[in-house]
């Protein structure tokens, strides 16, 4: 049986017959394989890693320092130890007029420091940048500082020469090429400064009320690793015992959490966009393997005539499909490891260099995908083929299926969501994804039969021969029409996304931090300097650089209850309950904020003492507020309650200045507070920060152009490689689409060939033909742009996070489209059938 079921294999390909099928599986293998592998490795990297992204096995962040006790009880367990101090300060470099100042985070580091991994410096700028470096063997000597490469340029100093912190000067004796435990909080975009630890007692500048950062980094020693998970249990029973505040300990599983949800974000909208290339691809499975089946009927029914019995036949089938399965999936596996190196190069400056070696799984998956594609979706048509009767040779009449063949379309249906489940490794991702799938088959499939249905009542109503020929036609194969709708449907939405509603989406995700977003931050502004510096910053040319009055308060009671360390259980809701809020206030809400429920307060209408708060709906489902929850927080010592009438949306990638909570002015009248502005300078005018300083000593100014550049590098990196992984997504569209037009080219040509025997002209066939296809693809074209539009629109709502505007383009496009593809898929499969005597075509029929 072997034997014979290869022979028909071979024969099979010559024939042509299972090119589609494995190009198709090839395709969906790829997809999932490259997703997979690229996923697979970053995967790998955090938890090798880990440790090195820390700086240590575990970090102990404080606003004060260590107590003492802490400390002790880590020395006793033998522990090793390092510190770290960390807060912005200004550094300047020059004399007189000369001068230039330039915000900083200094980092003051104890010997010994980092616990795991190494600080790498460099002598050269452009290798620093790059991350070139040797690995240090200890921390900066006393009197020396090491510094980013940026600063050079700011203070306009060199390796080798001196700048100013607080009261003390350093040499700079090398750059820094890489700093394990950076993080990306706020202040570490800014320049870093690093300094030996005993020398910053000397700078004067860590004064009481200073915003500093202290932090302990712990490290088990050889073969003790469980002393740090000891260790930890005791720190964290011992904090919330004693209600401590303020303090917040990272462990290895936490492993730089900034950095593994934009990765874990990343890897989720590859992963959908794999799922989705699996999807269509799996559509594109199930319509070759139908046409295979159609095609082979009257072979099958020969073969049992000569004494081929049922189980002879699924056996032969089923082997030359598990050959088929075989090869594809080897092949799409091949092709995917090697594309993932794609996505790595696009993605180069994004995730680190020496990743790990790929694993063995997405190989598997790869394999199971293609394997469960063909389970799935082509044992239904090998069944019909065992059940193909033995009279077929001399009528052929199409059996209805056999309920265990339809039925094993569930059980593919199944295995394949399995799958996704896998593959995705996220339950919410992978049945969201395949619910949408399903439940735009189902209405593609209701609208395109209401349509035939419509159609049927209209078809008295023509009275132009086509036209009759045309919708008699469509009537003729209901099933075999709505398949054809909903499968070019699909195939069209894939090629909508990734044209039309792919560049709105680009479009409105870069929009969402624009190049001439604001660059510069200026904080601590008095009351008193408000309004000069308004005009100094007007004189200079600078344009939308509104101020912003900025409040400092701790909220510590919600609905009159008490914030406690049980509060909250989740670690970023105790992070932010512990530390003070920037509260402000104003009558008109900002530029890029809009209601999300609730109303906006009325200061003129609120009676004297009444507040009322507009909070960001990000930070009130964190902390669990909602509408008419009364806030109260302690602002330089006195209380202020504060009822919440309204929920805002943000968009932070704007680089405004934003806020969490806004209180109406009347009731924050008294309170102390300093403005804030946010504006962007050209690159030409970078002198009027230095004269600001100058003439304000007490203005920290926040250089965040690079941030802004590196946001806009990363963003352009990140669409490379969803472009790139959407090349799959258009493959499988583009094999659904011939896959939808081929599927009944075999009936149509026999059907055309009688028409002509039985007197049609040549004219009204090609006539009949196009209105047929100009319906079915005009109809498809339309569901394509509706599925497109309101993926669109779930992308940007739930992904990305930005406004969506519908753009009535893509019906039109979708129209148009699918009419031509609808068009001209039809006369590339019966432009032979016209030129053909009738006599002819039925006997190749």
């Not at 522990?79 to 807060?87: C, E, I």
Request: proline share 4%; aromatic share 6%; with cysteine.
């Amino acid at each position: 049986m072997f034997k014979l079921a290869l022979r028909m294999t071979l024969r099979d390909w010559r024939a042509g017959q299972l090119r589609f099928l494995l190009v198709a599986l090839i395709v969906a293998v790829s997809a999932l394989s490259a997703s997979g592998f690229f996923i697979d490795r970053l995967r790998a990297a955090l938890e090798r890693d880990a440790h090195q992204l820390l700086g240590a096995d575990l970090v102990l962040n404080a606003d004060q320092p260590v107590d003492p006790a802490w400390r002790a009880e880590a020395q006793r367990r033998g522990l090793l130890m390092a510190d770290t101090v960390v807060f912005p300060s200004m550094a300047q470099a020059g004399e007189g007029d000369a001068v230039q100042s330039q915000l900083v985070s200094l980092k003051a580091v104890s010997s010994g420091y980092p616990l795991r991994g190494r600080v790498k410096t460099s002598t050269d700028a452009v290798q620093a940048n790059d991350g070139i470096g040797v690995a240090a063997g200890d921390v900066p000597q006393p009197g020396t500082a090491w510094v980013d490469a940026g600063l050079l340029t700011a203070l306009k100093v060199a390796v080798g020469g001196e700048i100013k912190l607080g009261d003390r000067t350093f040499k700079v004796a090398s750059l820094i090429a890489a700093e394990p435990d950076r993080g990306a909080s706020f202040m570490n975009f800014a320049p870093r400064v690093m300094l030996p630890l005993p020398d910053l007692a000397a700078t004067g500048l860590v004064q009481p009320g200073a915003r500093v950062t202290y932090r302990l980094l712990l490290a088990a020693p050889p073969q003790r690793g469980e002393a740090i998970a000891d260790y930890e249990a005791w720190l964290r029973a011992k904090i919330e015992a004693d209600g401590v505040k303020g303090v917040r300990v990272d462990s290895l599983e936490a492993g730089r959490p900034e950095m593994r949800s934009t990765l874990e974000r990343a890897d989720r909208f590859l992963s959908l966009v794999g799922l989705l290339s699996a999807m269509l691809a799996a559509v594109a499975v199930a319509m070759a393997a139908r046409r295979f089946m159609t095609r082979h009927l009257d072979a099958c029914a020969m073969l049992r005539c000569l004494g081929l019995t049922q189980n002879q036949a699924t056996a032969m089938y089923l082997i030359e499909f598990l050959l088929v399965g075989l090869a594809g999936s080897v092949i799409g596996v091949a092709i995917g490891f090697g594309s993932h190196f794609v996505l790595l190069e696009a993605l180069g400056k994004l995730v680190a260099n020496d990743l790990p070696p790929a694993s063995i799984r997405p190989a598997l998956q790869g394999v199971a995908t293609g394997m469960l594609l063909l389970a799935g979706f082509a044992l239904p048509p090998i069944l019909q083929l065992r059940n193909v009767p033995h009279n077929r040779v001399i009528r052929r009449e199409a059996a209805a299926p056999q309920p265990m063949a339809l039925a094993t379309y569930g059980l593919g249906l199944g295995s394949f969501v399995l799958l996704l489940l896998w593959q995705a490794g996220d339950a919410k991702l992978a049945l969201m994804t395949a619910l949408g799938f399903l439940g735009a088959f189902a209405v593609f499939a209701l609208v395109g039969w209401l349509g035939l249905k419509s159609l049927k009542t209209l078809r008295g109503a023509f009275r132009h021969q086509a036209w009759r020929f045309a919708v008699t036609s469509l009537q003729r194969r209901p099933g075999a029409t709505v398949v054809q709708i909903v499968s070019l449907a699909l195939g069209l939405m894939a090629l909508l996304l990734l044209t039309v509603v792919r560049g709105d989406l680009m479009t409105a995700w870069r929009n969402a931090t624009p190049a001439d977003a604001p660059n510069r931050f200026i904080i601590n502004i008095q009351p008193e300097q408000k309004d000069e510096i308004a005009k100094r910053l007007a004189s200079a040319g600078v344009v939308n650089a509104p101020l912003y009055p900025m409040i400092r308060g701790r909220l510590i009671a919600v609905n009159g209850a008490a914030i406690t360390a049980a509060t909250y259980t989740d670690e970023r809701a105790r992070g932010l309950a512990d530390r003070e809020f920037n509260l402000s206030t104003m009558n008109a809400m900002q530029e890029g904020n809009r209601i999300a429920a609730g109303q906006w307060f009325n200061d003129a209408a609120l009676p004297a003492g009444a507040a009322e708060a507009s909070v960001e709906e990000g930070i009130a489902k964190t902390l669990r507020l909602k509408l008419g929850d009364t806030m109260r927080f302690d602002i330089a010592g006195s209380p202020v309650e504060a009822k919440i009438t309204s929920l805002r949306k943000l968009e932070w990638g704007s680089m405004r200045v934003n806020f969490f909570v806004i209180i109406n002015p009347k009731a924050m009248a008294d309170a102390p507070q300093s403005w804030i502005t946010a504006f962007h300078l050209p690159k030409g005018q970078a002198a009027l920060g230095n004269a600001l300083t100058r003439d304000y000593p007490n203005l920290t100014i926040v250089d965040v152009g690079s941030v802004l550049r590196q946001v806009q590098a990363v963003l352009d990196q990140v669409i490379m490689a969803v472009e790139f992984l959407f090349a799959f997504t258009l493959l499988s569209g583009v094999l659904v689409l011939y896959a939808a037009l081929m599927g009944s080219q075999d009936e149509r040509t026999r059907e055309a060939g009688l028409l002509r025997a039985l007197g049609a002209t040549r004219k009204q066939l090609s006539q009949a033909q196009l209105i047929e296809f100009t319906l079915v693809g005009a109809l498809a074209g339309l569901l394509a742009a509706s599925g497109a539009a309101a993926m669109g629109w779930g992308l940007a709502t739930y992904q990305f996070k930005f406004e969506w505007a519908f753009n009535p383009g893509v019906w039109l496009a979708g129209l148009a489209v699918g009419a031509l593809c609808a068009i001209a898929g039809g006369w590339l499969g019966l432009r032979g059938v016209l030129s053909k005597p009738p006599l002819q075509t039925l006997r190749e029929a």
